[in-house]
């Protein structure tokens, strides 16, 4: 699936509707993160589409396809446990741009505090987040993710 990121250039409709859809989002990205910070790998996969793309920064290519999103997080969180580390994601300033297609353009900050092993001092990184987001089955999923790193901006 090939689809647009979100841009910055309109604004967000304001409404009542759009106030539930927001905290619908908001409550997507919290299980999200949640899961991924638990390394429940399989369930962070299902919150994409089976054909999602995710463009990362450190990666050469981007990563295809749910099975491929399970085997590079399960990958990353085997390599922090062996390490002693762990990962919490915040996110914030999210915005939501619904498109007349149904689907959502959402753009955030995401914060990752890197909490490493053998008492070394933690990392804080942080990104700028693009989603598109497909409700299939009655429930959100990422279609499309590109994460960029916030000071390369």
Same mark, same amino acid.
């Not at 927001?22 to 369930?43: P, S």
């Not at 920064?57 to 969180?77: M, S």
């Given at each position: 699936?090939?689809?647009?990121? %979100?841009?910055?250039?309109e604004h967000a409709p304001q409404s009542q509707d759009f106030a539930a859809l927001y905290a619908?989002? @908001? @409550?997507?990205?919290?299980?999200?993160?949640?899961?991924?910070? %638990?390394?429940?790998?399989?369930?962070? %996969?299902?919150?994409?589409?089976?054909?999602?793309?995710?463009?990362?920064?450190?990666?050469?290519?981007?990563?295809?396809?749910?099975?491929?999103?399970?085997?590079?997080?399960?990958?990353?969180?085997?390599?922090?446990?062996? %390490?002693?580390? *762990?990962?919490?994601?915040?996110?914030g300033m999210l915005d939501v741009r619904p498109r007349a297609n149904g689907l959502l353009h959402? *753009?955030?900050?995401?914060?990752?505090?890197?909490?490493?092993?053998?008492?070394?001092?933690?990392?804080?990184?942080?990104?700028?987040?693009?989603?598109?987001?497909?409700?299939?089955?009655?429930?959100?999923?990422?279609?499309?993710? *590109?994460?960029?790193r916030d000071d390369l901006a």
């Amino acid at each position: 699936m090939t689809v647009e990121l %979100a841009g910055t250039a309109e604004h967000a409709p304001q409404s009542q509707d759009f106030a539930a859809l927001y905290a619908q989002v @908001q @409550q997507f990205y919290t299980h999200q993160m949640q899961i991924l910070d %638990a390394h429940d790998t399989e369930r962070w %996969a299902g919150t994409f589409t089976e054909d999602a793309v995710l463009e990362l920064p450190l990666l050469p290519e981007p990563v295809r396809a749910r099975a491929g999103l399970a085997r590079y997080v399960r990958a990353g969180a085997a390599r922090r446990r062996r %390490a002693g580390s *762990r990962l919490d994601h915040w996110i914030g300033m999210l915005d939501v741009r619904p498109r007349a297609n149904g689907l959502l353009h959402t *753009r955030c900050s995401a914060v990752v505090h890197v909490t490493p092993g053998a008492g070394s001092p933690p990392l804080l990184y942080v990104y700028v987040m693009e989603d598109v987001l497909v409700r299939t089955r009655g429930t959100w999923r990422t279609a499309h993710r *590109r994460v960029t790193r916030d000071d390369l901006a």
